[in-house]
């Protein structure tokens, strides 16, 4: 089967720190788990990494609580996100 194309998956926690809360390890494989049902590769992104600038996405599920910075920094790389357990129109981001 074809790639439909490749979608970061950006956790705001480190990898340790996500082992130790299961909800949010829990939002992130069932976030992966439905990328490769419907045909897409998940780029597993923790805590302080970043994306190689020569690598294309299709766009980026942001899980967890970023900063206004980090928000704007996610965006700039790709408009299309989606951000899970998070209130981004506080952060006025629509």
């Known amino acids: 089967n074809k790639s439909k194309g490749r979608i970061a998956v950006t956790q705001w926690y480190t990898e340790n720190q996500e082992l ?4 949010y390890l829990d939002i992130r494989i069932n976030a992966e788990n439905a990328l490769y049902r419907y045909g897409y590769e998940p780029i ?3 805590h302080n990494e970043e994306l ?4 294309e996405i299709a766009g980026t599920i942001a899980i967890g609580k970023f900063s206004a910075q980090q928000i ?9 996100v ?4 998070m209130d981004t129109l506080s952060c006025d981001y629509h």
């Open 20 to 23: 130790e809360d299961l909800y």
């Open 44 to 46: 597993r992104l923790f």
């Open 52 to 55: 190689n600038e020569n690598e």
């Open 72 to 80: 704007d920094k996610i965006v700039a790389r790709n408009p299309n």
């Open 82 to 85: 989606v951000f899970a357990d």
